[in-house]
């Protein structure tokens, strides 16, 4: 893993957390995306060489609605920056840990993730991301 890409907080209203966040780091989301196949809205804010990301669910369905449903709002996930995600899904299943998909998927700010269990990492949720090449 070569560093910390982002942390991913489940919000129940996006603009208004944009706006919150906005007064809190004293500068805009330099980013909004749609991800469709998440189910989420999401923004982006830059601190220093880490990324911090808003989710907002698109329908009740969404992993982040239920998510919310179950915990409220607050930090959903870890996500760190991998060179090779296919490499690194495959040691870490050597390594014992469950992966959420077989294969990596299309994420946010042009990247392929991948996420681990949180049953196998102390109950965080764990994100792997790789830059789409």
């Not at 220093?48 to 179950?70: C, M, N, Q, R, V």
């Amino acid at each position: 893993m070569l560093k910390v890409e982002h942390i991913g907080i489940a919000v129940k209203d996006l603009a208004q957390s944009n706006q919150l966040f906005a007064k809190l780091f004293g500068q805009e989301a330099y980013k909004l995306e749609n991800v469709v196949s998440e189910g989420v809205q999401t923004s982006f804010f830059k601190i220093g060489d880490t990324k911090i990301e808003l989710l907002e669910a698109t329908h009740a369905e969404s992993p982040i609605a239920k998510f919310i449903e179950k915990r409220g709002e607050g930090i959903h996930h870890l996500a760190f920056e991998v060179a090779d995600i296919q490499a690194e899904m495959q040691r870490l299943q050597k390594e014992g840990f469950t992966l959420l998909h077989t294969t990596p998927k299309e994420g946010a700010d042009n990247k392929l993730i991948c996420f681990l269990h949180p049953k196998g990492t102390n109950g965080v949720l764990i994100e792997l991301c790789q830059e789409k090449k």
